[in-house]
């Protein structure tokens, strides 16, 4: 019986977070070209970087939901996770296949706002949770200033 349970909470946790990393990915399939023609700021980093780092944060997430699915939580705070994960989603449509930067800032301000209320509601509940999103929440207010530092996201399409 301990076993189904944990079985369930690792597809409860894991699933949202690797179906957000699918549907991401396949909005990026073309994400090499679209970076390397717009104009980034000198800190930007090489385009090989994002997928182990995005990898990484993935696993956080769905670690972060297995615990999660492990506590009673208000529906609320798993409303919240959903929608951060859906704009995560949705942000890669937003910047690579539309090529749209007023379109994947709205995106990725929501996002933020967002993942910065399930954090503050995961911290109350449980703090490892919330800890595990930390350094995507990190990652997000990075990749929002990039975002709004790139240059020529229109007419690269």
């Given at each position: 019986m301990a076993k189904k349970k944990t079985f369930r909470r690792l597809l409860t946790g894991f699933t949202p977070a690797v179906a957000a990393g699918a549907i991401g990915a396949a909005a990026s399939a073309n994400a090499q070209d679209v970076y390397d023609d717009i104009d980034k700021p000198d800190w930007a980093p090489p385009a090989e970087?994002?997928?182990?780092?995005?990898?990484g944060l993935y696993a956080l997430i769905g670690y972060s939901?297995?615990?999660?699915?492990?506590?009673?939580?208000?529906?609320?705070?798993?409303?919240?996770?959903?929608?951060?994960?859906?704009?995560?989603?949705s942000w890669s449509w937003a910047f690579f296949q539309y090529r749209s930067k007023p379109?994947?800032?709205a995106v990725i301000g929501a996002l933020n706002v967002?993942?910065?209320t399930?954090?503050?509601?995961?911290?109350?509940r449980?703090?490892?949770a919330a800890l595990a999103l930390m350094p995507?929440?990190?990652?997000?207010?990075?990749?929002t200033a990039?975002?709004?530092s790139v240059e020529g996201l229109e007419s690269a399409g």
């Amino acid at each position: 019986m301990a076993k189904k349970k944990t079985f369930r909470r690792l597809l409860t946790g894991f699933t949202p977070a690797v179906a957000a990393g699918a549907i991401g990915a396949a909005a990026s399939a073309n994400a090499q070209d679209v970076y390397d023609d717009i104009d980034k700021p000198d800190w930007a980093p090489p385009a090989e970087v994002f997928g182990p780092v995005w990898s990484g944060l993935y696993a956080l997430i769905g670690y972060s939901g297995f615990r999660m699915a492990s506590r009673k939580l208000p529906k609320r705070v798993w409303v919240l996770h959903w929608l951060q994960l859906g704009l995560n989603a949705s942000w890669s449509w937003a910047f690579f296949q539309y090529r749209s930067k007023p379109a994947s800032l709205a995106v990725i301000g929501a996002l933020n706002v967002v993942l910065t209320t399930e954090l503050i509601a995961l911290w109350r509940r449980d703090r490892k949770a919330a800890l595990a999103l930390m350094p995507y929440s990190a990652w997000v207010a990075f990749a929002t200033a990039l975002n709004l530092s790139v240059e020529g996201l229109e007419s690269a399409g």
